[in-house]
């Protein structure tokens, strides 16, 4: 490719849909990072599987298929540790590898050709303007979700136990949180496919906490190197011709990395 | 916004009251058979050894746990239905869970947070919750670390912020579980102190301890727990030798200073 890769419309498609996403992983990966809850994000992840396998046979839509599939696997996930019937890891655990497991099952069934690498590994460059409407409306959706709830999020994710004992509606947040966290990650799956997904939720909020012990100068590192891993993982891919989720991937885990070297907390 | 009507408890309804409350984990019974009233203005010690099941009882009267039997209520209601009454209800954690965390909040912010339930959903503070932050942040002795990063506090100074996140909801009902776990003598009476001053402002104060000795001379009232209820009342009715050797089995010693009932719990040395 040469050196004017930038001006055609499907590179520019994905730079701004990786803008989006960069946005979402790493406000809602902030709050993930700080509850902890990196492993619900990658169990997530994989049950999109699943749900993608879902939507194929019925010939739904597959992404929101796998949006509606997932945030049903969160809850339930919610639900259980919520009862104390097992703990988050074990419970992610099992539910993942079922969800991915009935995908695998669905697909043997299906017997088509359809493009899984895609799913698995993300199909950046293949970003339509129907993706991108559909980014815009779930950016501005969480977004405003985020910006309302700002500080009964934060509560949540300080002292769960002490929201629920003055009275914050902390069952509903914890599960609104968990569709979030959900809803997220899927998205994230187009750019750089659901094996890598968690990623992009984990390593921008990990980089901030290394840089600043104020929350809201916090969430904006975190944004804008999710949103930089993205810019920059794509222009990389493009001009060095390697696989685009993978390398979003490693340039994010580059900020992680000279983060807790010049780490200042 | 709720109606005046709402935010009002009945003056003569108890505190908190537990009816043949037993409590377990799956087929371990850890609380059995425990009825226990605390009127509201009281100031109540639930004394016992470790592994007694203080912290049990205190999660149940906050509606954390679910009892296997009996009946609690918070101001006259089950904690299911206290709704917005839980505003007033202030709790000091032990062993906070977001200790390990390199939690991005400062002092202030942490203590902000008992304003929430008051505040409400989606709305932001306004200039009388953060003079009721500044306030309780004087109260327990903390205005200087206000903008110092919840992380790099100390044990005792974090327990004094919790203190004062409690304190900011102004509550009715402040419930401390272990608070002078790992605290030095001087904290622990300025503590004690404190907790005096709002049982005489009217505030009721339940606190879980396994210290019997200083606080039994603060309070007026005391639950003595060994998996059942062994005895509560006033203070000097109940802190007997028999109470405390039922409760602490031979290690307690109970001992008179003049007219002054004083108890201390002596761990058997071997020489």
């Not at chain 1, 730079?15 to 960069?22: A, K, M, P, R, S």
């Not at chain 1, 017997?111 to 698995?120: E, I, M, R, S």
């Not at chain 1, 600043?212 to 969430?219: A, G, P, V």
């Not at chain 2, 947070?113 to 903390?142: S, T």
């Amino acid at each position: 490719m040469d050196l004017l890769w930038w001006t055609y419309p499907f590179v520019q498609r994905a730079i701004i849909g990786g803008v989006l996403i960069g946005l979402l992983t790493a406000w809602v990966g902030t709050f993930v990072v700080l509850r902890r809850m990196a492993f619900m994000g990658a169990g997530i992840g994989h049950a999109a599987f699943g749900g993608v396998a879902v939507g194929l046979l019925l010939g739904w839509d597959p992404v929101l298929t796998a949006t509606g599939f997932c945030v049903v696997v969160a809850w339930a996930i919610t639900v259980v540790v919520r009862r104390g019937a097992l703990t988050s890891d074990t419970a992610i655990g099992i539910f993942f590898a079922a969800t991915m497991a009935f995908g695998v099952l669905l697909l043997g069934m299906l017997q088509t050709t359809t493009d899984l690498f895609g799913y698995l590994f993300g199909s950046v460059l293949a970003i339509g303007t129907a993706d991108l409407r559909l980014l815009l409306v779930a950016v501005v959706a969480v977004g405003a979700v985020l910006v309302a709830l700002h500080k009964e999020f934060v509560a949540l994710a300080f002292d769960a136990e002490y929201a629920r004992v003055t009275g914050l509606p902390e069952p509903l947040l914890d599960y609104l949180f968990a569709a979030l966290v959900a809803i997220t990650v899927v998205l994230a799956i187009k750019m750089v496919g659901l094996i890598l997904a968690s990623a992009l939720l984990v390593i921008p909020g990990a980089t901030a906490l290394h840089l600043s012990r104020d929350f809201r100068t916090l969430l904006g590192i975190a944004i804008g190197v999710g949103v930089a891993s993205m810019v920059l993982g794509l222009g990389a891919s493009l001009v060095w011709n390697t696989p685009p989720g993978a390398t979003i991937v490693l340039v994010a885990t580059g900020f992680f990395v000279l983060s807790w070297v010049f780490r200042r907390v | 916004m709720m109606g005046d009507a709402d935010l009002m408890i009945p003056p003569d309804v108890p505190a908190i009251r537990l009816e043949n409350v037993t409590v377990g984990y799956g087929k371990q019974v850890v609380l059995e058979d425990v009825s226990l009233t605390i009127p509201q203005g009281a100031f109540w010690a639930i004394l016992g050894p470790n592994a007694a099941g203080k912290t049990t009882l205190l999660r149940t009267m906050l509606g954390l746990l679910v009892p296997q039997k009996g009946k609690v209520e918070i101001f006259g209601r089950p904690p299911k239905q206290l709704g917005s009454w839980r505003r007033w209800i202030g709790y000091v954690p032990q062993h906070h869970q977001a200790a390990l965390v390199r939690f991005p909040l400062r002092a202030y912010d942490v203590v902000m947070m008992g304003r929430y339930p008051h505040i409400g959903l989606v709305r932001r503070p306004g200039p009388e919750d953060h003079e009721h932050v500044r306030r309780a942040l004087k109260r327990v002795d903390m205005a200087h670390a206000a903008q110092k990063p919840w992380f790099s506090l100390s044990g005792g100074e974090r327990q004094r912020i919790l203190m004062a996140r409690a304190l900011a909801a102004q509550p009715r009902l402040l419930l401390l579980d272990e608070p002078t776990a790992g605290v030095d003598v001087a904290a622990t009476q300025s503590l004690y102190e404190l907790l005096r001053e709002l049982h005489q402002e009217g505030m009721t104060v339940v606190v879980v301890s396994h210290d019997v000795g200083v606080i039994a001379q603060y309070v007026n009232g005391v639950a003595c727990l060994n998996r059942r209820l062994v005895a509560h009342g006033r203070p000097e009715e109940v802190l007997t030798q028999e109470t405390l050797e039922t409760m602490y089995g031979c290690e307690a010693v109970f001992l008179h200073h003049g007219g002054v009932p004083h108890m201390v719990v002596r761990r058997h040395h071997k020489p």
